[in-house]
């Protein structure tokens, strides 16, 4: 677990381009961290582009 201080100064940017405020936290910590995301979540892949986001499928191939 990585405490939420540790990725909170990207946390604003993360609300502004994640399209369910769920997963903010999810996007925040791989901006800090410069990382990708696994998700099937269509919206979260398609609706933002500051974080790639690969689905099973893609890491399949």
């Known amino acids: ?13 993360a609300e502004k381009i994640t399209p369910d405020p769920k ?5 925040a910590l791989a901006l ?4 990708p ?7 979260l892949k398609e609706k933002q582009d500051e974080v790639k986001v690969y689905n099973t499928k893609d890491l399949l191939k």
């Open 23 to 27: 997963d903010v936290p999810y996007i």
């Open 32 to 35: 800090k961290l410069k990382i």
């Open 37 to 43: 995301i696994w998700s099937n979540d269509r919206d």
């Open 1 to 13: 677990m990585i405490p939420k201080d540790e990725y909170q100064e990207m946390m604003a940017f």
